[in-house]
Every structure is written in structure tokens, then in C-alpha cells.
């Protein structure tokens, strides 16, 4: 059983306006495809993207990052993999505004808060269950995917760089590696999405091997 997260989430300021992130979904879209063409059970939390649900996937429809929260929570007990692919908004908007906000009022002022960590948030419940983390970093990819491993009591992290053309968020290729715990370095390498889930599905089947 695996759960699966993908695609951005959206944090409303008004009913028409929100903060969010380029991600397209793709990466997790992937993850969830080729997990369920391995026999895998997939269930997949789905940020706001126009991708079509991959075929024997069970897909879950959330918006904002305390909705993905929500239902991590909810599934996790019945999966045994957690694969956080998901761009979820690291900022939310407390109080939104009930009605759209006018240019005649002038530039409003936005608190801001800090929204949950879902990987942290699970920590206390996630017992045998393998976590696979993403870092989708602009410099120091591995270093700070490293530190995240280790922060986070990741079994494999995902490290891409999104500051170069041809990879990261809305392209069909990454420059990534897949990183296990007890590694000290890896080497970026240029593969499509697909490969990519591949190589990282790979890795996990080495886990229960092991």
C-alpha cells in the first residue's frame, strides 16, 4: 500500500486570489503510475493540478496544506510507503478575507504564518512505514537534501534542482538523485520524470528487500 502527495496547494487570501507554487503535479502523478503498474495499492492526495487520475488509482482531492495534512493523516495507518511529492506551501494566510479584497481599499497587509511540516507532523506515527522525502533545491541540492534526510528521519529523499532549465517544476525531465539514509554524497543526473519514479521505486523495493 502505498499514499502518494502531488502537486501544489493553494492558500487563500480571498475567494479569488491565493498563494501557491508552479508545481504541476507531474513528479508525484508519476510516482503514483508506476507504483500501481508494479501492483502496488496507490492512493494519491492531490493538490489543485489538471492531470488526469493515473489508471487503478485511487485519487483524493485537497486544496490547502492543512487539507493534505488531513488526509496523510487519515490514510497513513493503511499504507505501509509515504511519498511526499508534494509542493505543499510552507506559508498560509490565517485569516483570509471572506470577500475579494478591492484596489480601492489600497495594498493590504498579510499575515502570514508558517504552515505545518506533514513529514513532522506524522513523525510519532510512523512506525515501520517507509517516508521518501523531495528537496527541490536552487543551490547546495545535495547538501541541503542531506540535512533534510537526517532532519526529518527520511528512508530516501529525492534531491532536484529547479534553477536550471529542463528541470524541476512543469518539465518532463528532473536533474536528481535519489539519496538513501547513511550517504555522504550522489551525483545529479538528468532523467524524465518517469525514469525517475522508476529509479526511486527501485530503491524502495531494495528497502523491503532488505
Known amino acids: 500500500h502505498v ?4 502537486g501544489p496547494t ?5 475567494p479569488v486570489r491565493f498563494l501557491s507554487n508552479p508545481s504541476t503535479g507531474l513528479m508525484g502523478y508519476a510516482v503514483a503510475e508506476r507504483a500501481s503498474r508494479r501492483g502496488a495499492i496507490v492512493t494519491l ?5 489538471g492531470l488526469p487520475c493515473p489508471v487503478g488509482v485511487e485519487r483524493v482531492d485537497v486544496v ?3 487539507e493534505m495534512k488531513g488526509a496523510v493523516i487519515e490514510r497513513l495507518e493503511e499504507n505501509d ?3 511526499m511529492a508534494a509542493a505543499v506551501a510552507d506559508y498560509t494566510v490565517p485569516s483570509p478575507s471572506a470577500t475579494k479584497l478591492k484596489k480601492s481599499g489600497g495594498v493590504p ?3 502570514l504564518k508558517a504552515t505545518d511540516d506533514i513529514i513532522k507532523s506524522i513523525a510519532s506515527l510512523k512506525g515501520g512505514r517507509i517516508v521518501v522525502g ?12 542531506l540535512g533534510k534526510l537526517v532532519d526529518k528521519d527520511l528512508d530516501l529523499i529525492v534531491a532536484n534542482q529547479v534553477a536550471v532549465p529542463g528541470s524541476g517544476f512543469g518539465a518532463s525531465t528532473d536533474l536528481a538523485a535519489v539519496i538513501s539514509r547513511g550517504q555522504k554524497t550522489a551525483e545529479l543526473e538528468l532523467m524524465s520524470k518517469a525514469e525517475l519514479a522508476d529509479l526511486l521505486l527501485d530503491r524502495l523495493s531494495g528497502l523491503f528487500r532488505d
Open 3 to 6: 499514499l502518494v502527495t502531488a
Open 10 to 14: 493553494r492558500e487563500h487570501i480571498d
Open 45 to 49: 492526495v492531490s493538490g489543485p493540478v
Open 64 to 66: 490547502s496544506a492543512e
Open 81 to 83: 510507503v509515504l511519498v
Open 109 to 111: 497587509r498579510l499575515e
Open 134 to 145: 523531495f528537496a527541490a533545491e536552487t543551490d547546495s541540492v545535495v547538501e541541503n537534501a
